[in-house]
Each structure stands twice: as structure tokens, then as C-alpha cells.
């Protein structure tokens, strides 16, 4: 995981230096700065080493051809077997990049599998690209008749550039070719038939699922998981921990936070205890969100409220498990493709209208929860995995039939309770992993389940003084002041800022 700069037509090393110094914090283990001889590009790297730590620095250089990159691709021991092992000079899983595009290959990007960003330049060349969820975040600005990159927006802080944009998920900017979408989300399906076989499909996913957790523990350090005690995190654990026992490897590191008592906190130590991992928890207090409130906000490059409020558990939880470990796996992505949400509800219905928007929202995340999991992990120079944004499981799990997803429960059965239950085919694949109490266990929102919300009350009367609740009007004002003070440009990082609320929309427009 990875910090980069590259500057195209931009003569300005200077510049390059001090861009990937605001973004730092994101590889503490080695900073680099280089030229491709004969040009236009200067590349500056910071790197967390996770794959290949001992020469796996950037920007990689071979024969007339410069990248970075940020992210791991999971299959590149695959495409070395492809390519030729004889090609490559270092153990780093982001060479595949350059040495796949110099394949002259297809649609080469379309073979890489992971999560990424990336800059790649030839002597008159250079190639942008995102994985096709936005996972890992890269943005682009017009300087002086150049381009400049960056995995950050506060690596444009104070540089006067024109507007900034984010590349969009699964896109590739080529300075020859133009835009291209290389990856478009499959569309998802709708109702079940009668007939349909629950149990087989509920065997793939679980199948699909294992190996995508598998996948996406692949590291040449440990890997933990964050563990809230709610289903998605649950089941990650659980399949993680069972990825260890079989590799002959020590227990699952686990890491747990919230306020003293809270559910989560509660319901994660049973859940370690069941799956057998080493589990680490920490109980943080509204005295620790007042005194990290302001580097939240700046971390996260966004005032909105319920992003705000869900990143602040993250933090914690960050800073908690970079005491133990380089990376992490998350839970994120599973409620926007098994209708984990409570708006979700109001679809039960009508899943032709579910599964579109299950589909929609899928698109939405790269600005909101994946941006908060990937700028708060960064800032504590932790990577975080998200298998269930794996492409294969996605491609699997966007054929599951919505009506599968949200039922009333219970499909299998001719008589209906009137019941909604959310994620239903999910529990179903899974049962067998977790305590039947946890796997049904009614979903709470990491704020509220970490106890976040009530923390968070008394800690915005702490930093403003007053003695009554602070209304949400009021809270947002504090939070865009937060923002506002810590940047030079905070108009340039709010109108990139993603919010909540457009994430998810009304029933009546998502039709």
C-alpha cells in the first residue's frame, strides 16, 4: 500500500517533493523521487512494503518505462507464470503492471485482479488507471500545460492547478488514446423463479466467498481483520481464521473498538472466542473523539456528517490494529450487494427495483465508504482489504437474485412471517460459521453499535462549549470549520468530497 505523485509535462521536482510530503503518511517505509531520462515525467513514491519488502521500492524503472502505483494485485504470482518470471526484476506484486502493458496484450488492464491506482509513462506516453471500484483513489489536475497526479487531494493543497478530478472506478486515461471505461459493473438479477435451488446457490457463495478471502490475505506480512461483531466483519474473520489454521499458521489477529460496553465491543469478544482468534479491543471515550475530531476531517477530505461519524470508530480501530499489523481485512461492500441497509427495506417488494439499486450504490462507494476506509486507514499507514469487493464475488453475487437478498422470511419456506430480513441468502451461506444468534443477530451501523453516536454528542458540547445537545446543522458547520482550517484550498477538497446522503437515494428516484 502506497502514496504516489507524477507530474507530465511539469518541470518542477520541487513540486513533486513536497506534494508527496503531504501524503506521507500513507508509506513511512521509503520515500523516492525519480526522472525517466529523455521525459516529461517525474514520478515520487511513498511506499508501505506488504508484497516483496525487501526490493519492492517505486517507482519502478526498466528500459525507457517509469510506473507507481498503490494497491496489490492478487494474481500477479499467475501472470508472472504468464509473462515469464525472466522478465521481472523484484518480487513486487505492481511490476505485473508495466510488464503486462508491455505485453501488447488485449484489454491488458482487464487482467489485473486487485485493488489499484496507478501512473505508468513511456518516453511519449502516460497511462493513468483504477481498479473497477475505486478502491484505491486517484485524482488528476491540469498544471501549466501538464498533468499532475496524485493519490490524495491534499497533495494539491496550495499547488495552483486547475479543477481536480477524480479518475472514475474501472477507467484508464491514456494521453494517446484518450478515456476508456475498461470495467463496467454487471448488472444485478431481480426475482428467484420457483424451483430455483437456494441451497446450491448458497454453496457457491460460500465457495466464492472462501476464496476471495483467501485471495485477499495474500501478504508477505501478517494480516488481520477488523472485527465489530456484526455479520460481514464476523464472517471475514471466521473464513480468515480457517485461512490460517490451514496455512499452519498462529491464530487470527483481531481488533475491536467503542465505547465502554458497548455491543460491539460485546459481540466481538464472542466472536473471537468462537473463531479462536487473538483478539485486541480498545474502548475509546468522548474525550478521544474531541481530541481527534479535527484530524479525522482532514484525513478523511470531507465534512459530511454521517461520513465524519462512521470514520471516527474507523480510526480507532486503525490505530489499534497498526500496533500489531501492516494490514487488514474489512467488511465493506457487503450490504451494498446483499441489501444490508435499512432503506433497503422499502424494496422488499419490488426486487427488480432492488437490484438496481443495489447496482447503483455499488457505483457510489469509491466517494464514500471505501473513501473513508482507504484515506483513515492510510493515515495511521495501515492497508485495509476488502474481499468482498473481490470481482469474482462480485460477478457471483450480483447473479444472486435480489429477492434472495431481502425477503420476507423465509424463502425456503410456502408460509411467510412478514418478516424482512436483509443479507438473507448471506446468513444462509454462512450459518454454520457463527453462533445462529450472531448470524441473525439485527444490524446496527458501526457508529451506533461502537457507541460512537452518544460519545460523539458530548464530545461536540466539549468542543463547542455548550451544555445542550449540538443539532446536525450545527455539527456540519463544525465540521466544514474543522476542514476549512486545516487546508490552504478547502473549497478545491469539498467539492471532490463525496457525501452520504447522494450515495443513497429515495426508492422513487433510484427507479
Avoid at 306 to 325: E, G, K, M, N
Avoid at 389 to 414: G, H, M, N, W, Y
Wanted: aromatic share 6%.
Amino acid at each position: 500500500m502506497c502514496g504516489f505523485v507524477c507530474l507530465w509535462n511539469i518541470e518542477d521536482e520541487a513540486l513533486a517533493a513536497r506534494m508527496i510530503d503531504r501524503i506521507a503518511h500513507r508509506g513511512p517505509d521509503a520515500v523516492e523521487l525519480a526522472r525517466l531520462p529523455g521525459a516529461p515525467v517525474i514520478m515520487a513514491h511513498c511506499r508501505l512494503s506488504i508484497i516483496g519488502p525487501e526490493d519492492g521500492r517505486q517507482p519502478i524503472y526498466q528500459t525507457g518505462d517509469i510506473l507507481v502505483a498503490n494497491g496489490e494485485i492478487y494474481n500477479h504470482m499467475d501472470l508472472r507464470a504468464i509473462l515469464g518470471e525472466s522478465a521481472f526484476e523484484t518480487a513486487s506484486d505492481s511490476e505485473t503492471i508495466l510488464h503486462l502493458f508491455r505485453s501488447g496484450r488485449s484489454r491488458w488492464i482487464s487482467k489485473l485482479d486487485g485493488m489499484f491506482a496507478f501512473v505508468l509513462a513511456t518516453r511519449d506516453r502516460i497511462i493513468a488507471a483504477r481498479d473497477p471500484l475505486g478502491i484505491k483513489p486517484l485524482y488528476v489536475a491540469r498544471l501549466d500545460g501538464g498533468h499532475a497526479f496524485a493519490s490524495e487531494l491534499k497533495a494539491f493543497d496550495g499547488v495552483p492547478v486547475a479543477r481536480i478530478e477524480a479518475i472514475p472506478p474501472g477507467s484508464l486515461y491514456d494521453s494517446r488514446d484518450g478515456w476508456r471505461t475498461w470495467y463496467r459493473m454487471p448488472q444485478g438479477a431481480a426475482a428467484h423463479e420457483a424451483g430455483h435451488d437456494i441451497d446450491r446457490t448458497a454453496r457457491e457463495l460460500r465457495l466464492v466467498l472462501e476464496e476471495a478471502v483467501a485471495k485477499w490475505m495474500v501478504a508477505d506480512v501478517e494480516v488481520g481483520s477488523f472485527l465489530s461483531g456484526g455479520l460481514d466483519s464476523s464472517i471475514i474473520a471466521a473464513i480468515a481464521q480457517e485461512v490460517r489454521r490451514e496455512a499452519g499458521k498462529g491464530p487470527l489477529k483481531t481488533f475491536s473498538v467503542g465505547t465502554e460496553g458497548s455491543p460491539d465491543l460485546r459481540a466481538a469478544r464472542l466472536v473471537a472466542e468462537h473463531i479462536g482468534s487473538e483478539h485486541h479491543e480498545y474502548a475509546f471515550t468522548a474525550q478521544d473523539l474531541a481530541d481527534n475530531l479535527a484530524h479525522v476531517i482532514y484525513h478523511l477530505e470531507s465534512a459530511d456528517v454521517d461520513l465524519v461519524r462512521s470514520a471516527i470508530p474507523t480510526l480507532f480501530a486503525a490505530r489499534l490494529a497498526r500496533r500489531h499489523v501492516k494490514a487488514v481485512l474489512t467488511g465493506e461492500g457487503a450490504d451494498e450487494l446483499f441489501a444490508g441497509y435499512t432503506y433497503h427495506h422499502g424494496y422488499v417488494d419490488d426486487p427488480r427495483a432492488l437490484a438496481d439499486e443495489l447496482t447503483r450504490s455499488l457505483g457510489t462507494m469509491h466517494n464514500i465508504n471505501l473513501q473513508r476506509v482507504d484515506r483513515v486507514t492510510m493515515a495511521e499507514s495501515l492497508e485495509a482489504r476488502t474481499p468482498f469487493l473481490d470481482r469474482e464475488l462480485i460477478d457471483f453475487a450480483q447473479s444472486i437474485p435480489a429477492s434472495l437478498k431481502l425477503c420476507r422470511t423465509d424463502p425456503e419456506s410456502v408460509e411467510s412471517t412478514g418478516a424482512t430480513t436483509e443479507k438473507w441468502i448471506l446468513r444462509k451461506a454462512c450459518a454454520d460459521l457463527l453462533p445462529a444468534d450472531l448470524v441473525w443477530r439485527k444490524k446496527a451501523q458501526f457508529d451506533e453499535g461502537s457507541g460512537t453516536v452518544a460519545a460523539l454528542d458530548e464530545a461536540l458540547r466539549i468542543l463547542t462549549g455548550q451544555e445542550q445537545p449540538v443539532d446536525r446543522q450545527a455539527e456540519a458547520a463544525l465540521y466544514e470549520r474543522l476542514l476549512r482550517a486545516r487546508y490552504r484550498d478547502p473549497d478545491r477538497i469539498l467539492a471532490q468530497a463525496g457525501t452520504w446522503e447522494a450515495g443513497r437515494v429515495p426508492m422513487e428516484a433510484a427507479r
